[in-house]
């Protein structure tokens, strides 16, 4: 196996990369040499260099390791920028070539895609969706085989919230619009929730949830922030990830989503597509045709719960699985 060089960026030198200046901060987990951080791809050989981003979650994270540590067996000389931001940021990142690869989830990026374009595309199928983003994504992008693993952003109650209106598992968002008979109700997720379909737009135009019910709290992406106000009944229901599994530790509910607002999310890489040779697009296509749910959800308890490194959790599933 090729040693992997890598360089990790955290959250905090974001701003920096969104100027175009140098990060600081930088540290290499292997003791190799780093590459220049605000150049593209390496081109068609392996042996190139490959930038990994990821939005600012702790399963993006784990799976910009998953990618990039893959393609360093091939030969790939990969850096790392990691919990830069949401999709807002990454995906003009990865325009200009700043970043050259990230993780994404086909049905968000098409939700996203759509705003862009201003329209709405069915998400009816796997094969639907994936077909609906290549005629949208940016000249230059491309998106690779999808895996089995799906990760939804979802409607969870808290557990007081879930007792108050007699919900249990199984129950609808419709059920929970029907219980709040026009009541106000708080929810906590990131800034972006209030704006997309996938989010307040679509509890109100789907299931009839008005805005001016709604008391929101800005926290983060199905992360910590959101988990522990859920979790301490700080709010009534948050965006949480279908993987999470502070879900079934802390007794929260999972609302049904009949009216599939939150669509489809199949994980898969969105690429650079003069960043990778057709051995990186094997080593990419490889792994997603062995990433399914129930693994996901394994790797994330792993990093969320049992605060393992999801790097060193990345290494142990790929070679686990004879990918590096």
């Known amino acids: 196996m090729n040693s992997r060089v890598t360089t990790r960026f955290t959250a905090a030198a974001s701003a920096a990369l969104l100027t175009g200046a140098f990060l600081a901060g930088c540290s290499s987990s292997s003791g190799g040499t780093t590459s220049?951080?605000?150049?593209?791809?390496?081109?068609?050989?392996?042996?190139?260099?490959?930038?990994?981003?990821?939005?600012?979650f702790l399963e993006s994270v784990l799976l910009a390791d998953v990618y990039g540590q893959a393609l360093a067996a091939?030969?790939?000389?990969?850096?790392?920028?990691?919990?830069?931001?949401?999709?807002?940021?990454?995906?003009?990142?990865?325009?200009?070539?700043?970043?050259?690869?990230?993780?994404?989830?086909?049905?968000?990026?098409?939700?996203?895609?759509d705003k862009l374009a201003g329209k709405t595309s069915p998400q009816t199928s796997t094969a639907q969706v994936d077909s609906a983003i290549v005629t949208e994504l940016a000249p230059g992008l491309e998106v690779l085989d999808p895996a089995q693993a799906q990760d939804n952003?979802?409607?969870?109650?808290?557990?007081?919230?879930?007792?108050?209106?007699?919900?249990?598992?199984?129950?609808?968002?419709?059920?929970?619009?029907?219980?709040?008979?026009?009541?106000?109700?708080?929810?906590?997720?990131?800034?972006?929730?209030?704006?997309?379909?996938?989010?307040?737009?679509?509890?109100?135009?789907?299931?009839?949830?008005?805005?001016?019910?709604?008391?929101?709290?800005?926290?983060?992406?199905?992360?910590?922030?959101?988990?522990?106000?859920?979790?301490?009944?700080?709010?009534?229901?948050?965006?949480?990830?279908?993987?999470?599994?502070?879900?079934?530790?802390?007794?929260?509910?999972?609302?049904?989503?009949?009216k599939n607002i939150f669509g489809l999310q199949n994980v898969l890489p969105l690429v650079n597509k003069s960043a990778l040779s057709a051995s990186g697009v094997t080593a990419l296509n490889a792994v997603d045709a062995k990433l399914d749910s129930a693994t996901l959800l394994s790797l994330d308890v792993k990093v969320q719960s049992q605060k393992q490194d999801p790097a060193t959790v990345a290494k142990d599933w790929l070679t686990s699985q004879g990918l590096i």
């Open 153 to 258: 952003d979802t409607l969870t109650l808290s557990k007081s919230a879930a007792g108050k209106y007699n919900l249990k598992a199984g129950a609808s968002i419709a059920d929970f619009v029907t219980a709040l008979n026009g009541g106000p109700v708080s929810i906590g997720a990131a800034a972006e929730f209030q704006t997309r379909y996938q989010g307040i737009l679509g509890l109100e135009q789907a299931y009839g949830l008005k805005a001016s019910q709604i008391t929101f709290k800005s926290l983060d992406a199905g992360g910590t922030l959101t988990e522990t106000a859920l979790s301490q009944n700080a709010v009534d229901a948050g965006d949480l990830f279908t993987t999470d599994p502070t879900i079934s530790q802390n007794g929260l509910v999972t609302l049904a989503d009949p």
């Open 74 to 113: 091939k030969g790939y000389k990969v850096s790392y920028k990691l919990n830069i931001a949401s999709r807002e940021v990454t995906y003009g990142l990865l325009k200009n070539g700043q970043i050259t690869l990230k993780p994404e989830y086909n049905g968000a990026l098409l939700a996203y895609l």
């Open 36 to 56: 220049n951080p605000l150049t593209g791809g390496g081109g068609n050989q392996a042996g190139g260099s490959i930038v990994v981003g990821s939005d600012n």
